[in-house]
């Protein structure tokens, strides 16, 4: 078992019926970084992370979480995983101090120190019941709850899911704090692509049940580039381009994104001998959109609203 | 001088080139000197709300260029001042930012003389505000 990753898998399946949830995923997560796991809803990122807590079985593949096998994991090894899930499960009778004392006695680590930097973190008072909680108090309650044990693996399934930008800064801040202990991995899942932006060392994009890339951050950004081609008059039709994501076409431009564009890209787009040529550097925002967007070509011309040719 | 730094998430420079860009700038501009220390990687992390990684790779790219250096136990400091890009790199880079302000001032409804006179006069402060260099 390779000790620098905290969860790989081979060829992980989980059907539903006849539909794949996820897809002969294989997945590999180095310790002591943080990864954020991308992809729409419903892609497949809530049965990935169930399946590697052992909570939902396999079809076929295989995986491990901290060197363990995920089909027969013990409670020693879950207790050394802090998992938040989407849905907050908490005793709504109970104040913010009891949930800690309560969750305490589960673990023998438990840092109370943590519990209540966190909690006091996002602005919440001990004595506060959790039924008068707003969304983004029992969210940094849950995250205070999952934090204290002091897990060295962070299993955190949207944790920012309704959150305003204030909380949202919360988690992130806490999540940055986190890293303070450099063998510590956090797994997340977010549609928050400013928070990734911030935080993650590593993406994993979800589409449709496959993975479709696992990489470091800043390469993801750099390999998904755009085009802008100019020309005279209206552009002409594409030839075939390796790694062509999107290509949109207006009136005198041809705009066209490619992942891992190279000289090869280039020299066929010089090719269509336009006037002018740049490349454009793209946000993650956008490189991830044009990556997980429909593929193809796009028109936007008036005259074909218009019923033109 | 204290030089602050702030990143912006949604851009399209990653943000360990914000921080290299404007450690940079703050060099080139005087608002750090040879010698002046820069916060530690965690201390700068925390207070961007970043990685400390992406920090790390920062510096560490300033490093090779040889603009910053790390004094061990003691932190990372400013060593020279000393040319950071090829003269054909910085052109390279400087023809995109001519053209924007071109473009804004024709926008703005300048005359290229006016625009002349106007980038004369701000060229002259700059070199005032850094003694006259």
């Known amino acids: 078992m390779n000790e620098k990753s905290v969860i790989q898998t081979h060829g992980l399946t989980k059907y539903f019926g006849r539909k794949p949830a996820v897809y002969e995923l294989n997945l590999e997560v180095p310790r002591g970084c943080v990864f954020a796991f991308l992809g729409r809803n419903g892609s497949g990122k809530t049965t990935t992370i169930r399946m590697l807590m052992g909570l939902v079985q396999p079809t076929r593949g295989a995986g491990t979480i901290l060197g363990h096998d995920i089909r027969s994991l013990t409670p020693e090894i879950r207790a050394r995983i802090g998992y938040l899930t989407e849905e907050h499960q908490l005793y709504s009778w109970m104040n913010v101090k009891e949930c800690g004392e309560f969750q305490a006695k589960f673990h023998a680590k438990w840092n109370d120190k943590i519990y209540r930097g966190v909690v006091g973190h996002f602005g919440?008072?001990?004595?506060?019941?959790?039924?008068?909680?707003?969304?983004?108090?029992?969210?940094?309650?849950?995250?205070?709850l999952t934090l204290a044990p002091q897990p060295e693996l962070l299993m955190l399934d949207d944790p920012g899911l309704g959150l305003d930008p204030v909380a949202r800064r919360a988690l992130v801040e806490s999540m940055i704090f986190l890293t303070r202990k450099s063998d510590r991995t956090i797994f997340f899942s977010s549609h928050h692509l400013s928070d990734v932006e911030r935080v993650a060392d590593y993406i994993a994009v979800f589409d449709r049940s496959v993975l479709r890339a696992s990489c470091p951050l800043e390469k993801f950004q750099e390999s998904v580039q755009q085009m802008r081609l100019r020309f005279p008059g209206a552009p002409p039709a594409l030839p075939k381009i390796p790694g062509l994501l999107q290509a949109i076409r207006t009136e005198n431009e041809l705009r066209v994104t490619c992942v891992r564009a190279n000289g090869e890209t280039e020299k066929i787009l010089r090719g269509l001998a336009p006037l002018e040529m740049e490349a454009v550097p793209l946000g993650l925002e956008d490189a991830f959109i044009s990556y997980l967007g429909e593929r193809g070509e796009k028109t936007f011309i008036l005259s074909e609203l218009e019923g033109q040719p | 001088m204290q030089a602050t730094f702030n990143i912006n998430t949604g851009s399209d420079t990653p943000i360990y080139k914000q921080i290299t860009d404007q450690v940079r700038l703050a060099v080139t501009s005087g608002k750090l000197a040879v010698g002046d220390q820069l916060p530690s990687v965690r201390a700068l992390a925390e207070d961007l709300v970043v990685n400390p990684n992406t920090v790390a790779r920062a510096y560490a790219d300033l490093m090779r260029e040889g603009l910053l250096e790390s004094r061990a136990g003691r932190g990372v400091f400013i060593t020279t001042k000393r040319k950071i890009y090829s003269r054909a790199e910085g052109r390279r880079r400087l023809e995109p930012l001519l053209s924007t302000l071109i473009g804004e001032a024709m926008i703005l409804d300048f005359k290229p003389d006016e625009l002349r006179e106007a980038f004369e006069e701000q060229l002259s402060k700059w070199k005032h505000s850094k003694g006259g260099e």
């Not at chain 1, 001990?126 to 983004?136: H, I, Q």
């Open chain 1, 124 to 144: 919440l008072k001990p004595t506060a019941t959790v039924k008068d909680l707003s969304r983004g108090e029992r969210a940094g309650l849950c995250l205070a």
